[in-house]
Each structure stands twice: as structure tokens, then as C-alpha cells.
């Protein structure tokens, strides 16, 4: 599209020239317009869509340089050229200082010079509107970044602040205008709170990027302070010449304050604020340097609250929390500040006599602390009272670091807990923890019949023909009043070993099938319930009776009772256990060899074993990976059991590859967590009722046992 330009002139002849010109202009016509006064001219600028205006400036309603200006005024942006006559100039002169673009004289006009001339003015003005479109950007672009940016001359001095850079120096863009950045822009060094040498001055020498030193602190106007970070460079005109600095930095306070608060969170606990267990090592470790180099002693006491669960089970979290942070409090007035109290986590305390920590001192520390614990804790609107089982460890005779010092006070820890709580004990080379342990199980296990601490949990067994629930296998629990849930690992074998496995195994056995028979009963369709059995039950003379009397006790017919003996135990006297199982098994009652594949059973054994059931243990089931897996084992098992009749079971299912994977291979029956975890009664009552949910809860949280 061709420029517009408006001639703006009443010389008649002046007009026809100049139109003529333009029109025939042969590289670029323009269109022109011709107007002969100013009032009609600025009408027509109002419009829009003149590219130019060339005007000359005796009009018959407007004479001079005030021609121009109101022409200027009407359209600021459009260039204007103004006519000059060839004995006056001086009023064109003018109008060009006061921002024509150019001045023609008369009589110069039937030539290339005006077309050029616009051409020249029309470029210079692209130009110009694309560079104030650039710098707006910029601009918008600058006070838009968090990012505050101060620029300086050569001399150092402010010539631009962003808004970012506003709101950091408390300095507006105006005031700091001209000012020495060392006012505007003042750092100090956070630690030796010495003024920095400010990075522009080394720019501006140095012509080269500068990154700023760390621990810079910014000071504000008013005198506040930040931490920031970030770095100036030199500003260079178009020849490469330095021409001013520019500073661009941030505010870290915040990042900085969420460093040492991770720093810290990762070294205390979250609870108390005390050391944590990485901490603890530390100080144990430095401690340890200390004592080897001025052979002197440290002391650790292993502290840990008894009966802590009781009340955290009773009161609540809450004040579990609460009362562990009054522990706390305690811990720390008995100690010197020199020594360090830890949490281990739960309720468990470490303490860290650092310095004289020999046994008079230690063994004294340990009597205040359980002095100090005795008193009660006010805790919401209750005295709650609470002891501590202490156990100590000296260096170096206990141990020679962090680890061993530790683990000895724990294994005297728990001598104290043996010793009836409330006491502490230093640790001597014949105490074994888990001797300890076992020695500790086994008095509370003597109690927990009577107090009828057992609780039996139920994992359904699935058939994976029919995806239905078939039966479910009853696991033992143990209620413990301060331990919490204890699991059959953890006591069975102790029972085991002092017998107690036999009155504990008869309970199993009469809740188990008294259970199975209620819900039988009761319409439920359940199949079968399956109940382990020790190797050393099984193996006792009147099993067989106390067995039968059980059957008849409940009224659960034989057929529904599968009994789980492990391949171990089977293959112990495998001999006499061929014979028990032909006894069983004439009462009708259903047998599985339980973990089948870890017992190095033979197989003429197995085809003597009047058998009818084979689990494959969980170990090989967790083999399986991938789809494509092998699983030899598994699919021996699987092809074994069929070719000798027998139902196979694999336990552990925890994912459906392994299911895919059992269920191609046509194993009759499946239980694993994939299906459910073992259930308390009333829950897998509802799953025989409602069938499986997709994902049920888990069984309660398990806790450790001596705590
Ligand atoms: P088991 O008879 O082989 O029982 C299966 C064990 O595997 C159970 O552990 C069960 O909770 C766990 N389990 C089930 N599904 C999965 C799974 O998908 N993944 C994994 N990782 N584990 C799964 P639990 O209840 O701790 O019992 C352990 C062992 O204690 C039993 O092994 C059994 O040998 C013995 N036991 C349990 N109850 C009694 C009992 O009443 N009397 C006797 N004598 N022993 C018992
Ligand atoms: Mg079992
Ligand atoms: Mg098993």
C-alpha cells in the first residue's frame, strides 16, 4: 500500500507540483491529499491515516512556527515537513528544532529530492516506532521479573532501578536517579558485617562479569537487611565500548532460612527438637576422638519408658506426644550442656555423657533421671506417671564407636527392663539381648493364656478357578498390653522351646474350629478353616485324642479342619509323623504340609504322607517377577501336586503377575496380601458375607516386642 501524504499549503501552484511529483514519483507514487488551510488540515490529520504531512507554514489561519505546533500537536507521531519560502528560512529552521523531520525550500520541488526526502522521513519514523516497541517490552518485561535489576552510567551512577529493585533498596527509580550506586545498591558481608566492596566499581574497571561473594547482605534504605545473591555484568554500546553496569540480584532470606531449617530438621526430631539418631552419632563419634586423645571416659545411657504404650494407647496420641515432651524437659535439667540427650524415636532416649562420663558419674546421672521421671506429668488436666528402663555403655571398655557404645547400653536396657523396669544397668560382656529377650517373652508368655492376650486372625484362601473365597487360615496373635500386636515369629519358636506351644496350641485349635463351626452355623459358606500346628504338637502322644474331644467340643465336622504342619516338622522323624498323619487322617480331618519346598522333604516320604494339601512357601512365590518367569519351582510344585492328587495352595500372593502366572499355571488355590491380609473374626466375616472388596485394610500395626 502507497504512503499517504497531505500537502498543506493555499499556493495553488505549489500544491500541483508537488502533487505532481509525488503521484509520478516511479519507484514508490504516493497518494496524495491537498488541503489549503489548517483548521481543514488538522480535520483531516483527526481521521487518521496520513503517513506525512508537508505544510507550509503561512496558511491563511495560521502563520509561522505556530503553524507547526498545532499540526505537531494534532498528530505527534506523524512527521511533518515543513515548505519553506527561498528568502526566509528561519521559521522552517525552527520547526525542525522543535521536531519537524525536514524543511524543503520553494523552487526546489519539481525534482527526486521531496519523494526522497519523505521516503527517508517514513523510514526513520519505522524505525523509531519499532524501537519504542522494543524498549516498551523490555520495560514491561524488567518490572515483571522478581529479579531486581540497577543500572548505572560509567561513573557508577544509578540510572535505572526496576520495579523488583524498587521495592528491595526502598529507593524509587526518581530518587535513585543519579545517585552512587554504592548509596542505592549497599552490601555488606553477612559475617564480618564489614561493608563489600561494591561489584559495579569492579565492573566498570574491569569490564568483565562479576558474581557476588557469598554471604552478601543487602541494606535497605531504612536499614533492614537481606540476603542476596546474584551478579553484575558491563552494558556495551553498539561499538563494544562500556558504557555502565548492570546489577541483577535476588532475595534469599527465605531460601536461606528453609536451608538451615531442613539443615535442622534433618539432624533433630520433629517432636522434642532433640538430636536425632544422625546427630547423636556425630557427637558420639567427636566424643570418642576426644576420649582416645585425652584417654578419658564417655558414658551412653539407652533410656526407654516403660509402659510408654499404655498410656499412648489409652490417652492417645496426643498425650503421648505431650507427655514425651515433658520427658524431654526432665532429660535435659539432669544432664550438663555439655552432654547430649537424643531421641532415638517411640519412646526410646539416647544419652550422651560426653565429658568425666565414668561409671560414678554415669551410674549418678542415671539415678537422677529416673528420680526426675518419677514425679508425675502434668499433662493436659492429669498427673501422668511414667519410669524408665536405663541401661548403660562405657567407653572404651563397652564399645570403640557410636554403634557398639549404643548397642551395649541397649542390651543392658533391656536387663533393666528384665530386672523388673524402673532401674538402670551397666552393661557387662555376658549379657546377650536376645537371650534377654527370649528369657522376657517367655515370662510374659507364661501369663498371656490366662489373661487371654491370643486373638486369632483369618487370611482368606481364594480358589482361583471361581475367584470365591473357599476357607481362610487362622493366625495367631498376641495381644501384649505395652508391646502391642505381637506376631508368631517373634514368640512361636519361644514357645516352642519351653513347651508352651502345646496349651497355647490348644486354644488355637478350640477357637479356630469353634469359630468356623458358629459361622458355618450361622449360613456362611465357608469350607474349610486351616490351623497350624507345631512340629511339637504334632508329635505328642495324646495330639490324636485332645484332637478328637476338640472336634466334638465345637461340633465341627473333621472334613472342615485342614491342620498346617511344616515340611520341617513333618520331615524331623519323618517316620513317626507318617504314622501320626495316617491317625489324622483316619478322623477325617484334611493335611497340609505347610512352606512345601523348604524342607527338604523326599518324595518317597511325600508319597508315603497320607497328604492332602501342598503350600507352596511364600519364598518361591515371591520369585516370580514378570509374566515370563520361569518359576521352576512353583510349576514343579503345581505338576507335582496333580500328578499325586493333591490340592496346591501357594501363599504370599502379593501381586497379579504372580497370580497370572499361578493361575495359567492352573494352581488350585491361592492366599497372599494381593487378596487380603489376615483379618480380625468379624472382618472376614463380612467377606464371606459380601465377598472380597478391591482393597482391604490392613491388618492392625505391629510392634516390636520388650519395649
Ligand atoms: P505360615 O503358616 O506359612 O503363614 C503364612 C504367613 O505369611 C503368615 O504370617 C501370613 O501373615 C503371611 N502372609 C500371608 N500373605 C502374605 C503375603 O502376601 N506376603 C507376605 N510377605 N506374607 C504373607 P504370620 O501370621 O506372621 O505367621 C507366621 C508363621 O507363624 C506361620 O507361617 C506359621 O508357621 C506360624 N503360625 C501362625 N499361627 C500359628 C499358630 O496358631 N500355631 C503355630 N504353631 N504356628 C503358627
Ligand atoms: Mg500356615
Ligand atoms: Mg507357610
Redesign the pocket.
Known amino acids: 500500500m502507497s504512503s499517504r501524504i497531505l500537502v498543506l499549503t493555499n499556493d495553488v501552484n505549489d500544491a500541483d507540483v508537488l502533487t505532481k511529483v509525488l503521484r509520478g514519483d516511479r519507484s514508490e507514487p504516493f497518494d496524495v491529499e491537498s488541503l489549503r488551510s489548517l483548521g481543514a488540515g488538522i480535520d483531516r490529520l483527526r481521521q487518521g491515516g496520513i503517513d506525512a504531512v508537508v505544510v507550509n507554514l503561512g496558511l491563511p489561519d495560521s502563520q509561522g512556527l505556530a503553524t507547526f505546533e498545532q499540526l505537531h500537536a494534532a498528530a505527534p507521531h506523524t512527521p511533518i515537513v515543513a515548505l519553506s519560502a527561498a528568502n526566509d528560512e528561519a521559521p522552517a529552521r525552527q520547526a525542525v528544532q522543535r521536531g519537524a523531520h525536514a524543511y524543503l525550500t520553494k523552487g526546489h520541488f519539481d525534482c527526486g529530492l521531496v519523494p526522497q526526502t519523505l521516503r527517508n522521513i517514513m523510514q526513520r519514523k519505522a524505525i523509531e516506532a519499532a524501537f519504542y516497541t522494543e524498549k516498551a517490552r523490555a520495560e514491561i518485561a524488567l518490572n515483571s521479573i522478581s529479579d531486581a535489576v540497577i543500572c548505572t552510567d560509567l561513573s557508577g551512577r544509578v540510572n535505572y532501578l526496576n520495579i523488583a529493585a524498587e521495592a528491595m533498596t526502598g529507593w524509587s527509580r526518581e530518587e535513585a536517579r543519579g545517585q552512587a550506586i554504592e548509596n542505592v545498591f549497599r552490601i555488606i558481608n553477612g559475617v564480618t558485617r564489614q561493608a563489600d566492596f561494591n561489584p559495579v566499581e569492579l565492573v566498570l574497571q574491569r569490564d568483565e562479569v562479576m558474581g557476588l561473594k557469598a554471604n552478601t547482605v543487602l541494606v535497605r534504605r531504612d536499614g533492614s537487611e537481606a540476603a542476596i545473591e546474584d551478579s553484575a555484568s558491563p552494558i556495551h554500546d553498539w561499538d563494544g565500548h562500556i558504557t555502565g553496569a548492570v546489577i541483577v540480584f535476588h532475595d534469599i532470606s527465605a531460601a536461606k532460612a528453609m536451608t538451615l531449617k531442613m539443615a535442622h530438621l534433618a539432624q533433630h526430631d520433629f517432636l522434642t527438637g532433640l538430636p536425632n539418631r544422625m546427630l547423636l552419632n556425630d557427637r558420639i563419634a567427636q566424643a570418642v576422638t576426644l576420649a582416645k586423645r585425652h584417654n578419658t571416659h564417655l558414658a551412653v545411657l539407652f533410656l526407654d519408658l516403660d509402659n510408654f504404650k499404655t498410656i499412648n494407647d489409652s490417652l492417645g496420641h496426643a498425650t503421648g506426644d505431650q507427655l514425651l515432651q515433658s520427658v524431654t524437659t526432665r532429660l535435659n535439667a539432669c544432664v550438663r550442656s555439655s552432654d547430649t540427650v537424643s531421641r532415638q524415636g517411640g519412646d526410646e532416649f539416647v544419652i550422651l555423657l560426653a565429658e568425666g562420663g565414668h561409671e560414678e558419674s554415669a551410674a549418678l546421672t542415671a539415678g537422677k533421671i529416673l528420680a526426675a521421671l518419677a514425679k508425675p506429668h502434668a499433662v493436659g488436666d492429669s498427673a501422668l506417671h511414667v519410669n524408665a528402663s536405663i541401661g548403660i555403655s562405657v567407653y572404651p571398655a563397652d564399645g570403640l564407636d557410636a554403634e557398639a557404645l549404643i548397642k551395649s547400653a541397649d542390651t543392658a536396657m533391656y536387663h533393666a527392663k528384665g530386672k523388673g523396669r524402673n532401674n538402670y544397668q551397666f552393661f557387662t560382656s555376658d549379657m546377650n539381648r536376645r537371650a534377654v529377650e527370649r528369657q522376657l517373652v517367655e515370662s510374659h508368655l507364661r501369663r498371656a493364656l490366662d489373661r487371654q492376650e491370643f486373638v486369632?486372625?483369618y487370611?482368606p484362601k481364594v480358589n482361583l478357578a471361581t475367584g470365591r473365597v473357599t476357607g481362610a487360615?487362622?493366625?495367631?496373635?498376641w495381644r501384649h498390653p505395652d508391646w502391642g500386636l505381637v506376631?508368631?515369629?517373634r514368640f512361636?519358636p519361644v514357645a516352642?522351646d519351653c513347651g508352651l506351644?502345646v496349651p497355647?496350641?490348644r486354644w488355637?485349635l478350640r477357637e479356630a474350629c469353634g469359630q468356623a463351626q458358629r459361622w458355618i452355623e450361622s449360613g456362611l459358606a465357608l469350607a474349610s478353616i486351616a490351623?497350624?500346628?507345631?512340629a511339637l504338637?504334632f508329635h505328642q502322644a495324646e495330639f490324636a485324642q485332645a484332637l478328637a474331644e476338640m472336634l466334638k467340643q465345637t461340633g465341627l465336622p473333621a472334613h472342615r479342619l485342614q491342620l498346617?504342619i511344616?515340611e520341617g516338622g513333618l520331615m524331623r522323624d519323618a517316620k513317626a509323623s507318617a504314622k501320626i498323619l495316617r491317625e489324622l487322617k483316619s478322623m477325617g480331618v484334611q493335611l497340609a504340609v505347610?512352606?512345601f519346598g523348604t524342607g527338604y522333604s523326599s518324595l518317597s516320604y511325600l508319597n508315603q504322607f497320607p497328604i492332602d494339601i501342598l503350600?507352596i512357601?511364600?519364598s518361591f512365590v515371591?520369585d516370580i517377577k514378570c509374566a515370563d518367569d520361569t518359576g521352576i519351582i512353583v510349576s514343579a510344585v503345581i505338576g507335582m501336586g496333580n500328578n499325586l492328587k493333591l490340592q496346591v495352595v501357594a501363599?504370599?500372593?502379593?501381586n497379579q503377575v504372580q497370580l497370572d502366572f499361578l493361575t495359567t499355571r492352573q494352581c488350585d488355590e491361592a492366599?497372599?496380601?494381593?487378596f487380603s491380609?489376615?483379618l480380625a473374626a468379624e472382618q472376614f466375616a463380612d467377606i464371606l458375607v459380601n465377598g472380597m472388596p478391591a482393597r482391604l485394610g490392613n491388618?492392625p500395626k505391629v510392634a516390636s516386642c520388650c519395649q
Do not use: C, F
Open positions: 486369632l486372625h487370611q487360615e487362622a493366625l495367631l496373635r506376631l508368631p515369629d512361636v516352642e506351644i497355647i496350641g488355637v490351623v497350624n500346628i507345631s504338637e498346617e511344616t505347610d512352606d503350600k512357601d511364600q515371591q501363599e504370599g500372593v502379593e492366599q497372599g496380601y494381593l491380609r489376615p491388618e
